[in-house]
């Protein structure tokens, strides 16, 4: 966790170093300065880090909690036009930690009650806020916790090295964080069902060209690029943007979708094709599904 916050100011440091002279930005405040979840604020932006990289950023129930409160903390900032989301470490997020769902044994269904409810109010949370959310995506995006939060994104910005996982039925469950109704108004009914169903891979490049992401750019470039990002939409009309936010995922509808959402995890969660399928993401193996 030391680490992770030492390399976070390190890039920052390095960042600066690059900025022109007349760039005088004042130091980013630490609103939440350690944990599962980091949140600073500087200037309209505040930036939101998924903090356990050791895991890459897998969700487990202390990480959803605490970004649930980390974006409530969002909610009440009224300076705040933008929010960075990013991961620290190798990957943006991995999706569910496997080994804590794995760990529950017959008692997963009632242990991902509680988990899914979490990220559920979180990606609700999200959706609503006033602010532009802009995604930062490296390495993988996968499942609700990774691929959920980049459909619930309003602009991502992914390097170039970047994958993108639905990964639920890999593992004998459903898709979660709304991304069943999100994706396909992203891409497109046909390719969501294919991405979902046969949990391949999405490279970046691609991920761009059918309309999962906003713009994919070299791997290099991608701090600076969604900082820059970041900038241009917190000088915006802050009234304007929030408006035309509001009226574009109510189009969508996505809160009456997570109910159901939730319950179809939970069902799944009791079955031995569950626990098959995290005994075989941990063991590396081929899953063997009896659909019971």
Known sequence: MTHSTSEASAQASAASSQAPAANNAPAPESWIGEGPVLLDYAEGVATLTLNRPGSANGMNIELMQALYRAIMVVHRAPDVRVLHLRGAGANFCAGGDVREFASKGEALGDFLREVTAYLQVAIGALIRLKAVVVTEVHGYAAGGGGLGLVCASDVVI???????????????????????????????????????????????????????????????????????????????????????????????????????????????????????????????????????
């Open 158 to 292: 992914a390097g170039a090295g970047a994958k993108f996982l639905a990964g639920a039925t890999r593992v004998g469950m459903a898709p979660d964080a709304g991304s069943s109704v999100i994706l396909p108004h992203l891409v497109g009914f046909r390719r969501a069902a294919e991405i979902m169903l046969s949990n391949r891979i999405v490279d970046a490049a691609e991920a761009q060209a059918i309309g999962l992401i906003t713009r994919c750019v070299p791997d290099d470039a991608l701090q600076a690029e969604a900082k820059k990002a970041a900038r241009l939409y917190a000088s915006g009309a802050p009234l304007a943007l929030a408006a035309t936010k509001r009226l574009l995922w109510n189009a969508l509808d996505v809160e009456r979708a997570l109910p159901e959402e939730a319950r179809t995890v939970s069902e799944l969660s009791f079955t031995a094709d569950s626990r098959e399928g995290l005994a075989a993401v941990i063991g590396k193996r081929k899953p063997v599904f009896t659909g019971r």
